[in-house]
């Protein structure tokens, strides 16, 4: 569990610290999931996409929450030796205060040292683009016309770990 509150440009908010906690997703979380799947994405995922996913025995999806609920949730599926950052979302009013980092702290934590990471960002979405190159993701390519919504470019992205490095 951490403390996290920040303000909207970035900084501490002292006079209000909550408590966030990181779990892992549940089939009974999917209400607050799609809700903030709609809020967020053009073209959002169907509720039987995220049900697929936390079928996976394999994958690691997590859920974001404090006092009031949930706020935030990841999706991640593994692949042979590659894990594959699928959807990461925060409460639209909630962004901008850390809970997509902390959500993707813990998914390198479970992930476990030597890990390999790939995802795909529209191209538009700057503020994705610099918190994943926070964390070291670095630009691999494109996929041309990649969004069906508006035939956006995807920008690929790669992380890998050495053994016995830190991420963040």
């Not at 809020?39 to 974001?64: D, H, N, Q």
């Not at 503020?127 to 470019?153: K, L, Q, T, V, W």
Request: aromatic fraction near 8%; proline fraction near 4%.
């Amino acid at each position: 569990m951490s403390e996290t509150a920040q303000t909207t440009d970035g900084g501490a908010d002292l006079s209000a610290i909550e408590t966030l906690r990181i779990r892992r997703l549940s089939y009974s979380d999917l209400p607050s999931v799609i809700s903030i799947e709609r809020r967020s994405f053009p073209t959002p995922w169907s509720l039987a996409m995220f049900v697929l996913e936390l079928s996976k025995p394999s994958g690691i999806c997590l859920a974001a929450e404090d006092s009031k609920g949930l706020i935030g949730y990841l999706v991640c599926a593994r692949y042979h030796d590659v894990w594959h950052l699928m959807n990461v979302a925060v409460n639209p009013e909630r962004r901008r205060r850390g809970i997509a980092t902390e959500l993707i702290e813990k998914l390198f934590d479970e992930a476990g040292a030597g890990a390999r990471f790939t995802l795909e960002v529209r191209i538009s979405n700057s503020p994705a683009i610099e918190m994943y190159r926070r964390f070291g993701f670095r630009s691999a390519g494109r996929r041309r016309r990649y969004y069906h919504d508006n035939g956006e470019d995807a920008l690929i992205m790669w992380l890998e770990v050495a053994e016995g490095a830190s991420i963040a």
